[in-house]
């Protein structure tokens, strides 16, 4: 299997080469050539595996340069015994006859990244053993919340590799920067950006792609990576979990095999949902991928009209992990459903730089919609989900579940479509406190992030993570704030060059 890139057809890498260098330098995102597929056999025989087995034979579809020593290590380690807060990693949660909720939260950090976050630095350092001997790999992550923990706490003391991520200095939660300014390691750095997280990311992509900055690497034995979406290495892993949750459907008798289910994504950067789409394009019975959005609707708009305008006001939401107006890794989508035509991918992304905004052509736009619903609740359908769902089932959600649990509801309600569903829950309650509480109880009596998770525990008596119970107290290590315009040197100063 090889790889190439959205914007430029010539491109044809290894996955090693894809993982161990994050982005195409044309400014592309690495893409597989081809999408293969899973019978209906093959899906029983996984069926049968842990989630360590099933990460495997997916992953070797696609990272065909791995031996298999490679993979088990990877898979090994990502996701062994204790890591997860439940054996089976990404436990289905049954709701009701139609809604399956996806526990993705389980990891370190108690968000979804960390499904794919556990595994990338296992995926990078084997990848750059084979194409950049003696060369300290430097990650560089802009995060709207739970991806800077995730791949901090993955990447820790990991050896050859340095990591450093960039928030919004006002995008995240206490909680959110509570958990990344006392990260601990020696080879991590922390820093806050003004501006969202659009700002943080373009600020990430620009330093990628600079000239200067790529030399004075070259001279010090180092080389970029990212631990974000827009990497293959994080995408992949999220394939897995997809397949997993039809399996898991199956043997709860849920579904017979064979039979179509629909996926729900609470989305931001569109990474989560493409992996949903590349689990559909293998062969996962899958009828529709329903992409959730908060407030922040560029995507609503796009999939169900046709034209992504980024030019609109941005909101900070109670789902702010979601807060996002470019997603990235619709451009993956974009190549694929030009039929692999680099150069309509260039086109719009060039419309997107310069005016931003492009539209798709009609028959793009009609095969968007056979394959994807679409829709969004703003903070008070979150609120009232999360307050709905706790009063009928004792059921918990954070505030990213619950946009997707509300539009699956809009969805399921305006189509008539009953077909079992499996809703991707993307955080632990108890990460997103001060809204959960508020949403479940009229009178909030704390002030504090802290006493609120404890507020939130005697009213729900649902259990509290222990790595976030532990926070409490702790000193933040990264205190530093910079200016977008200053993060190419705020990098260097890191790296002490
Ligand atoms: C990152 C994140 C999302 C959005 O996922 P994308 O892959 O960026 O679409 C949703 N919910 C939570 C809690 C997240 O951390």
């Known amino acids: 299997m090889f790889y190439t890139s959205t914007r430029d057809n010539t491109v044809k890498v290894t996955s090693a080469q894809a993982i161990a260098k994050g982005i195409s ?13 899973l019978s209906l056999d ?19 579809f696609y990272l065909t340069d791995f031996t298999e020593d490679e993979l088990d290590m990877c898979v090994n380690g990502a996701y062994k015994k204790g890591k997860f ?3 089976k990693v990404a436990p289905l949660y049954k709701l009701n006859d139609r809604e399956n909720i996806l526990e993705l939260w389980r990891g370190p950090t108690c968000a979804f990244k960390d499904m794919a976050l556990q595994l990338l630095p296992y995926l990078l350092s084997v990848s750059a053993g084979k194409t950049l001997k003696d060369t300290k790999i430097v990650i560089l992550v802009a995060t709207s919340g739970d991806t800077g923990k995730a791949a901090l706490e993955g990447f820790r003391d990991v050896p050859n590799t340095e990591i450093l991520v960039f928030y ?8 959110q920067k509570l958990q990344m300014t006392t990260q601990e390691g020696s080879n991590v750095n922390v820093c806050a950006i003004k501006g969202n997280f659009d700002d943080a990311q373009s600020g990430v992509k620009a330093i990628f792609t600079d000239k200067e900055t790529e030399k004075k690497f070259a001279e010090n034995k180092l080389a970029f990576s990212s631990a974000n979406s827009i990497n293959w290495g994080r995408l992949v892993p999220q394939i897995v979990y997809y397949v997993s949750a039809y399996c898991d459907m199956v043997s709860a008798g849920s579904i017979k095999l064979g039979d179509e289910i629909n996926i729900v994504v609470p989305t931001g950067n569109f990474g989560n949902i493409l992996a949903a789409y590349y689990a559909k394009e293998m062969g996962v019975p899958v009828k529709k991928l329903i992409c959730a959005s908060n407030a922040n609707n560029v995507l609503t708009d796009f999939l169900t009209g046709g034209t992504y305008d980024k030019n609109r006001d941005f909101y900070c939401t109670a789902s702010p992990s979601m807060d996002i107006l470019i997603s990235s890794n619709l451009e993956r989508l974009l190549y694929i459903l030009s039929g692999y035509d680099d150069s309509t991918v260039r086109e719009l992304m060039s419309k997107l730089a310069s ?17 994807f619903a679409a829709g969004y609740c703003d903070d008070n359908g979150t609120k009232r989900t999360i307050r709905e769902i706790f009063e009928k089932y004792d059921y918990l959600i954070d505030t990213h579940t619950a946009v997707a649990v509300r539009v699956y509801e809009d969805y399921a309600e305006k189509t008539g479509d009953a077909t079992p569903a499996v809703i991707a829950s993307t955080a632990n309650p108890y990460k997103f406190s001060a809204s959960v509480l508020s949403a479940i109880s009229d009178r909030v009596e704390s002030t504090d992030e802290f006493s609120m998770v404890d507020e939130l525990y005697k009213k729900t008596g649902k259990e509290i993570p222990v790595q976030l119970a532990t926070l409490k107290g702790k000193t933040p290590r990264f205190t530093g704030v910079a200016e977008k315009s200053e993060m190419p040197a705020v990098v260097l100063g890191m790296l002490g060059l």
């Open 168 to 175: 919004p200095v006002d995008g995240v939660s206490p909680m």
């Open 355 to 371: 005016d931003g905004r492009y539209t798709v052509s009609d028959k793009m736009l009609s095969d968007i919609k056979s394959l």
């Open 25 to 37: 330098s044309d400014g592309g995102l690495f893409v597989p050539t081809e999408i293969p597929k």
């Open 42 to 60: 093959d899906l029983k025989r996984i069926s049968s595996l842990d989630y360590i087995g099933r990460a495997k034979e997916i992953l070797r």
């Open 85 to 87: 807060s439940s054996d």
